[in-house]
Nanobody, 119 residues
Framework: VQLQASGGGSVQAGGSLRLSCAAS????????MGWFRQAPGREREFVAA???????DYRTSVKGRFTISRDSAKKTMYLQMNSLKPEDTGVYYC??????????????WGQGTQVTVSS
């Protein structure tokens, strides 16, 4: 499975971005997927996950602001991010082949896309 993340950029606080993660190889509908992020000097942390059945989970600090979704026809996962805050800044990675909040819970990783939120 190969993953390609895109959609990052620089926005002001309160703005929105939509990240995409295009998957190739494997059977897209069979595996769970997730988004993680990593700020400079910090460990990679869980942001959101979606199971192959559409069940979702979110990091507490993004609940109500971020929405994870997937489109099996396009083999793409999305992360709609609204009301962005400076603390959301980091490199966002998409992952597949697992579910949940643990980094080690996923088998495949994309290359990351930078999100920068200025105050």
């Amino acid at each position: 499975v190969q993953l390609q993340a895109s959609g990052g950029g620089s926005v002001q606080a309160g703005g929105s971005l939509r990240l995409s993660c295009a998957a190739s190889g494997g059977t897209f509908s069979a595996y769970g997927m997730g988004w993680f992020r990593q700020a400079p000097g910090r460990e990679r942390e869980f942001v959101a996950a979606i199971s192959n059945g559409g069940m979702t989970d979110y990091r507490t600090s993004v609940k109500g602001r971020f929405t994870i979704s997937r489109d099996s026809a396009k083999k793409t996962m999305y992360l709609q991010m609204n009301s962005l805050k400076p603390e959301d800044t980091g490199v966002y990675y998409c992952a597949a082949g697992g579910y949940g909040s643990r980094v080690r819970g996923y088998d495949y990783w994309g290359q990351g896309t930078q999100v920068t939120v200025s105050s």
